[in-house]
């Protein structure tokens, strides 16, 4: 695999881990931060707007997962994925936690 083959197995990771929050809030009706919102990442974007951030977010990962290579063939494909999906959980995670608790 070549080099970049891991940074697509990585934000391919990042952009799936990233549609769990916004498609959970927005078919659940509630309002969540979105790149949309106002301020941006910080205001309240309606469950709509979440839902179709997720749909974006599960496309651009799907396509990434492809364009990486992420196989069981290719191990280190497969840590980098998971990488992906805890460097940005922990991420959001004290992101969303700042927001959300102001």
């Given amino acids: ?4 083959h891991y ?3 990585f934000f391919a990771g990042a952009f799936l ?3 769990i929050p916004h498609i959970v809030h927005g078919i659940s009706g509630e309002c969540f931060p979105t790149p949309f919102s106002n301020p941006p990442g910080k205001g309240l974007s309606s469950p709509i707007i979440n839902v179709l951030w997720a749909m974006l977010n599960l496309a651009i990962g799907y ?3 492809r364009a990486g290579k992420v196989s ?3 191990i280190w494909s ?3 994925f998971f990488a992906g999906i805890v460097v940005i959980s922990i991420q959001l995670s004290y992101a969303f936690a ?3 608790s102001h």
Avoid: Q, R, S
Wanted: proline content about 0%.
């Fill in 72 to 74: 069981k063939e290719h």
């Fill in 98 to 100: 700042h927001v959300l």
């Fill in 1 to 4: 695999m070549k080099w970049y």
């Fill in 17 to 19: 881990a990233n549609v």
């Fill in 7 to 9: 940074i697509a197995c």
């Fill in 63 to 65: 396509m990434l997962y």
């Fill in 78 to 80: 497969i840590i980098t």
